[in-house]
């Protein structure tokens, strides 16, 4: 009799749980508890692109401390023992912001490796946190080093700062909290990092005056560290860009979508057509031959476009969010460009920053939505079909036992008094860990997702 209570309900949780991992499995990817995850080679590879990408942003950010820290008249007349006595809090600091870009972005294999040579758990929101102040910091040295474009504005410069610095700060908070567990978000956070750390280096260095009157590709142009550093970061963000255009629609190949056939192809080479763009834009500046570098960054524009303007033929159920920011996106691109070629209300330099932010945002977007929301529907359907494993298997078993007893009626037929103390006691207790999932494991899918709490249905299941 035991060895058949123990027999009946396992083979049931196997079959509902061969058919999810049958149904969502994806190849070149592993899966773990029923979510599709990066295999282990294709993890250990996007690990050793967020420490390129880290270091680079460290480069950045040290040339950039450099920068503020180094009063001119010391560099003018400066002697090399004066540089180096500048230089040295510099390449502290830009150490100190590579460290904790790599911590804010490694995966739980990688804090777990981090702990073990004694560095402490700074937790979600730890690295949510540093991750805005990053972000912040950036919008705020943007706007210091290009103070008088911003004159004119009430407030000025400081204002505008204030603004921007904390717009970024409060939305990557949020953001990293919500998709921190996404590998490829991870991944591609560092990505839009160095273009828009790489650009400020080159602006804080740049001898080519105020730039932003003429357009943002100027940064470009200067021959020297300046234009490295602007035309290295885009080359290297528009290259990571194409290489992540599976993971960023990775979640896309879920059932709650139903994409259509060759239409995720489709997504992907699009993406890729996006990163090829802007790696083309810095491979071939302005001033070198102009009727190329505009047909790269014509490219990148239109498969952007063509990706947004398009939404609802990829996927029958995508993301009303999605799908809402997405025309909004190409509604303000437009806009923007209405307003540059036919108003003349701002220069070529306001509308690319516009475009080139809302290439990133949109993208950042495809990934949060679309994994929370898999994420959601997944949990959601795989507790309801375990709940109803554990009710089918306790009928039948109470069913094949001869007992006139009330407990051996099937639990949703039981009074609620009965079906309370059926629940609770500790023969059905045992079945049910064995066909629920690990309460912990169903933990770790809704913290992946930002959530700081326990999922609502375990919480309820559990009670």
Known sequence: MRGARVGFVPTTQDRVGSLRQRSRKVPGTADRGGHVRPSGALERGRSTMRRVYASLIAVAVTIVLFRVLAPQSALAGATVTVELLWALPAVLGGAAVGMTLVVASASRAGLAGMARFGLPDFGTSGRALSNALAWA????LAVHFTAAAFELLPGGHRAVAAIIGGSLGVGTYHLHRHAIEHDAYRTFNLVAMLLASGSLASMSITPTGEWWTRNFSTLGTSDDIAAACFNIAIIVSGAGMALLSGGLTRALVSDAYRVRR????????????????????????????????NVFAASAAG???????????????????????????????LFALFAYDVLGL???????????TLVFAWLIALVATTAGHAHAVGLHHDLAARRH????????????SGSSSPDSRPVERAPHRQRRSAWTSARVRRATRRVQQPRHQQRVRWRRDGHADDPPDVVAFAQ
Not at 280 to 292: N, Y
Not at 346 to 356: D, M, R
Not at 389 to 400: C, D, E, I
């Open 137 to 140: 910091t950036i919008g705020v």
């Open 262 to 293: 060759g239409r995720l192809v489709t997504m992907r080479a699009l993406i890729v057509l996006i990163g090829l763009g802007l790696a083309g834009v810095g491979m071939v500046p302005i001033d070198g031959d102009t009727v190329l570098h």
């Open 303 to 333: 498969a952007f476009a063509f990706l947004c303007l398009s939404m609802v033929i990829w996927a029958a159920r995508m993301p009303r969010a999605l799908v809402a920011f997405s025309y909004g996106a190409l509604g303000l691109e």
């Open 346 to 356: 701002f220069n070529l330099t306001v509308f690319e920053i516009i475009a080139f």
């Open 389 to 400: 494993a554990v009710t089918a298997g306790l009928g039948t078993r109470r069913g094949q």
